[in-house]
């Protein structure tokens, strides 16, 4: 049965992405697939069915990865094969099904564990997403070891789910939130870090790669100084993992959130990486079935992790599918998915930096991610977006759940376009040639 699974399930996975469907002896490469270091975006989009489409007449150019990311053919595939052919529920079962669903659910788990390189199985857990996971962190581990007179330090520049839990946290327990503050330049100020750190901090909440200004900030660095001050790290990964390698061992911080949504998998699935010693000691978040060890009438203990912290039924096919989705992005190579946002980006900042209208906030290429937003002068990000869409291409436009980094800027709103494996260098073109025609739309320009 075990074999049947594995085969059934890894039948799509195995194959290398960016050549499988044009390539009929799957054993061997095509010229144009160039491994290592180096990926051709044309090529794997023919692995991602929603890029062939058309948007208002145009071929669909999707510049919204920071909000979400399209899915291969072998995730959408996946869930559709699993619940045609294994699905059921897991950890309860005897039956044949509910036995293959468990065996795909549990790899999927040692895939994503893998993939970060967590020490431990038992660390990761499957919860909604980023939001859930820093949620659980803050509800649990942050009413147990946060108290009047603490500090908990977050930035200037967190998404609203990894500022917002930490607001209520402090608020509720009398401990102070305080935040490192952001440059010019759109880095951290790692200064006022050391300072913030001088006192009571018992957790340092930061996210590893802004969603707004795409800076990557030094995340090992101040894991290390907020250790050193003995305080709890917990990482914001939802726009790094699914972007560059990453090492959680070699990070050594306490938590890290992420979604698989964000990352080629399925919505309704991410994951809490903790610690599991700091995990065994946290009470339960949410409680009811299968995370129960022995329930009298009036009391209950806790199942072993991970499941401690997966109460009810969880998204199952989904986290099979994040499995299989991050399969995908192995084969892919993760050196080469960042290389190639970087040289993106690159681009793009250099097309936008010709247009003075154009106003990109974040620091320069190289310390950043494939993110970039921006304004234009007498332009609404809204309307800017519309004209966009118009073209086919898919920007985001808004505060980005990230109010208080615009108010830094003395911002309202930006647009942002935001970059992943599949785009390619015609896209960042088109970007271009459309923030041109909402000028010429909306600026009468001199001539014109
Ligand atoms: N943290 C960061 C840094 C994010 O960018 C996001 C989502 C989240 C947490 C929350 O992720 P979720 O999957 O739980 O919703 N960021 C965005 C964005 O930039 N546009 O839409 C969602």
């Known amino acids: 049965m075990t074999t049947e699974v594995r085969f059934a399930l890894g039948a799509k996975q195995d194959r290398r992405p960016g050549f499988s469907r044009e390539n009929p002896d799957e054993s061997r490469p095509p010229a144009r697939f160039v491994p290592s270091t180096r990926l051709d975006p044309l090529a794997l989009r023919a692995d991602f069915p929603i890029l062939a489409r058309e948007v208002h007449g145009k071929p669909l150019a999707y510049l919204d990865n920071a909000a979400s990311t399209q899915k291969p053919q072998a995730v959408i595939e996946t869930l559709s094969e699993f619940y045609r052919t294994h699905y059921a529920n897991i950890h309860r079962g005897v039956h044949t099904l509910s036995e293959e669903a468990t065996l795909a659910y549990e790899e999927a788990r040692d895939k994503v564990a893998a993939f970060i390189n967590a020490p431990d199985r038992s660390g990761v857990i499957f919860v909604r997403n980023a939001t859930e996971a820093i949620n659980l962190v803050a509800y649990t581990w942050g009413r147990a070891s946060v108290g009047p007179g603490d500090r908990v330090v977050v930035t200037e520049m967190e998404h609203h789910s990894n500022l917002v839990p930490w607001q209520l946290l402090t608020q509720e327990v009398g401990a102070e939130l305080t935040h490192v503050r952001v440059t010019d330049e759109g880095r951290l100020d790692l200064e006022s870090l050391d300072h913030l750190l001088q006192g009571p901090v018992k957790l340092v909440a930061f996210t590893h790669v802004s969603n707004v200004l795409g800076t990557v900030n030094p995340a090992r660095e101040i894991v290390a100084r907020a250790h050193a001050a003995g305080a709890r790290v917990l990482v914001d990964a939802a726009q790094s993992v699914p972007h ?62 991970p499941w401690k912290f997966e109460a009810g039924t969880s998204a199952i096919a989904e986290a099979v599918g994040l499995g299989v989705a991050v399969d995908y992005l192995s084969a892919v190579g993760m050196e080469a998915v960042w290389a190639h946002e970087r040289e993106l980006t690159a681009y793009a900042l250099e097309c936008l930096a010709e247009m003075p209208e154009v106003r990109v906030i974040g620091p320069p290429a190289g310390e950043r991610s494939g993110v970039v937003a921006f304004t234009v002068e007498g332009i609404h990000p809204h309307d800017l977006a519309q004209v966009l869409d118009g073209e086919g291409v898919a920007i985001r436009a ?51």
């Open 244 to 305: 560059l390698p990453m090492d959680v061992e070699a990070l050594d911080c306490d938590f890290l959130a992420f979604s698989g949504h964000k990352m080629c998998g399925p919505t309704g699935v991410g994951v809490l990486y903790g610690r599991p010693e700091l995990l065994e000691e946290m009470p339960p978040f949410l409680t009811g079935g299968g995370m129960i060890r022995r329930v009298t009438r009036t009391e209950a203990t806790w199942n072993d992790l």
């Open 398 to 448: 808004g505060h980005h759940c990230a109010q208080p980094l615009h108010a830094r800027f003395g911002l309202e709103a930006t647009a942002r376009a935001s970059f992943y494996l599949y785009n390619a260098r015609e896209e960042v073109d088109r970007l271009v040639e459309g923030i041109k025609k909402a000028q010429d739309l909306f600026i009468r320009r001199p001539g014109g």
